[in-house]
């Protein structure tokens, strides 16, 4: 069973930028769809953004829209999220999952999910 792995999390301060990368061994079309949640203490895991591994077409939360860039690089397996102004409301552990079926929008709908990244804003 496919697995993700997510890594570029850390420690910023608002206002920068950090890109977080979710890379597996082989995106197939049985998983067209890759998205991004994240989940901060106490919380429910929400949705982020997501894309299309064909065709790249990109869904973002409302919260993140025009912040955060997704995008897919086909050569290296590997969906970036590129998080620019970050906010302290950003702090979460991110996750990368694959679509199955349902709402691209529910986390209910992904699977293969990776271990998370953690993302921090703070001065």
């Known amino acids: 069973q496919e697995q993700l792995v997510e890594s570029g999390g850390g420690l910023v301060q608002p206002g920068g930028s950090l890109r977080l990368s979710c890379a597996a061994s082989?995106?197939?079309?049985?998983?067209?769809?890759i998205g991004w949640f994240r989940q901060a203490p106490g919380k429910e895991r929400e949705f982020v953004a997501t894309?299309?591994?064909?065709?790249?077409?990109?869904y973002y939360a409302e919260s993140v829209k025009g912040r955060f860039t997704i995008s897919r690089d086909n050569a290296e397996n590997t969906v970036h999220l590129q998080m620019n102004n970050l906010k302290p409301e950003d702090t979460a552990v991110y996750y990368c999952g694959q679509f199955s079926a349902g709402s691209m929008f529910a986390r209910s709908s992904y699977e293969n999910w990776g271990q998370g990244t953690q993302v921090t804003v703070s001065s």
């Open positions: 082989r995106f197939t079309l049985d998983y067209p769809i």
């Open positions: 894309i299309t591994w064909a065709v790249g077409t990109t």
